[in-house]
Every structure is written in structure tokens, then in C-alpha cells.
């Protein structure tokens, strides 16, 4: 059974720093990875999806790297900003008919100005 | 192009009482995925709908839930006798075939 871990559950730094946000699985079959963006009382938007075959996506400042292999998938935010606090969420999917996407339970994160 | 919908926002239910949460795809897409997010978890696979079918009700609770997605109209998720214990937000997204998913901005339940 997939479980998805992230680390750290909260995370708080002063504007501009780059971070990074940490993301485990335990199965390393796996269909894509996607890392999600949830404003509070808000729904998820899709920052990035890595496909099994591919090492990292970049979008922006955001770039998303993913090691099969050791069971890992980081999401490198550059520059960060006050406007970037939300809870970022990474969820597994583990095939292409596996409609079960698994999700961490999230890094809630504040950028302060 | 206005997204997933869903409806209400939020929804307050007292003890035995049924609720029904809405949700509207993306106009194109014929996938309907359903997830649970209880407070300071992650989301939770519910069940998987294309029209007039349930495709995958895997993490669907035994008792009480049921979900469909009929030929005209939007998904319902209906839960019969709410207890506390489902109070959480559901989140609703759909999906062309290439499995892109869209998330709605949730309907959150509270049973008091």
C-alpha cells in the first residue's frame, strides 16, 4: 500500500529565501507525481506533474525533481515570496489505471515579508 | 471555461440528517473523482465516475455513501445519516481521458 509522506509539516522563512519542500513514497511503481498548491478554505491547483520517465519539471520559479529509485520527489521554490504561503501537497499515482492518487498530508508554508 | 463547480460551499447538518454535495465537470470531461480531507490530513481517494458508471468506489466508506454521475447533470455524493465523524471537506475533479485532473474549491461538511 502507497504511503505518501511529507517533511516538513510547517515550514516558516523570511521573504526571498529558496526552500525546499520534501516528499516520500513508499512503492516506487508509480504512474506520475504531481505537487499541488491548497489556499486556506480553497480547493488545489496543479503547480506541477513529473511523469514516471521524467527527472524534474520546471515552472517559474518552482522546479520539481523526483528519484524513482530512492522514493523521493523535491519541489525547490526560488526567490519565495509572501504571496507563495499556502500548504503545498504532494500526491502518487501509481498506474495508468490506478485511479487511487495518494496524497501527503502536506507543508504548510509561510513566507514572511 | 468555469472549472469544476461545486455546491454548496459549505454544508452544516445535524446528526441523522442527509447530505448532498454537488459537483459540475469541467466541460469536456466525462471523469469525475471524488476525495475526502479530514482536518490536517492529506486528500483521500472516495470513488472514480464516468457518466452513468461507477468505475472505482474502492475508498468509498461501506455504508451510508453512495455516489453517481447521471447522463445529464452534475456528480452527487450523497451521505445518508451524517455522523460527526464525516466532517471534513470533499473535493471534487474531473479529467479528460489523459487523466489531467482539475480540482473544485471543495464543499465543507460540518455535522453538529
Known amino acids: 500500500k502507497q504511503e505518501v509522506t511529507q517533511i516538513p509539516a510547517a515550514l516558516s522563512v523570511p521573504e526571498g529565501e529558496n526552500l525546499v519542500l520534501n516528499c516520500s513514497f513508499t512503492d516506487s511503481a508509480i504512474y506520475n507525481l504531481q505537487w499541488f498548491r491548497q489556499d486556506p478554505g480553497k480547493g488545489l491547483t496543479s503547480l506541477l506533474l513529473?511523469?514516471?520517465?521524467?527527472r524534474e519539471q520546471t515552472s517559474g520559479r518552482l522546479n520539481a525533481s523526483l528519484d524513482k529509485s530512492s522514493g523521493r520527489s523535491t519541489l525547490y521554490i526560488a526567490a519565495s515570496q509572501p504571496g507563495d504561503s499556502a500548504t503545498y501537497l504532494c500526491a502518487v499515482r501509481g498506474g495508468v489505471d490506478n485511479n487511487d492518487m495518494r496524497f501527503g498530508a502536506g507543508t504548510r508554508l509561510t513566507v514572511k515579508p | 471555461n468555469a472549472g469544476v463547480m461545486q455546491n454548496p460551499r459549505h454544508l452544516v447538518r445535524r446528526r441523522g440528517q442527509e447530505a448532498r454535495l454537488r459537483c459540475s465537470p469541467m466541460k469536456g470531461h466525462s471523469h469525475v473523482y471524488w476525495y475526502r480531507q479530514l482536518p490536517e490530513e492529506g486528500l483521500k481517494f472516495m470513488v472514480y465516475?464516468?457518466?452513468?458508471?461507477?468505475?472505482?468506489e474502492s475508498g468509498m466508506p461501506k455504508e451510508r455513501f453512495s455516489a453517481e454521475f447521471p447522463k445529464e447533470g452534475p456528480s452527487i455524493l450523497r451521505i445518508q445519516q451524517v455522523v460527526r465523524g464525516d466532517s471534513a471537506a470533499y473535493f471534487c475533479a474531473s479529467s479528460p481521458l489523459d487523466r489531467t485532473y482539475t480540482f473544485g474549491s471543495g464543499t465543507r461538511l460540518t455535522v453538529v
Open positions: 513529473i511523469q514516471s520517465s521524467q
Open positions: 465516475l464516468q457518466k452513468e458508471n461507477i468505475i472505482d
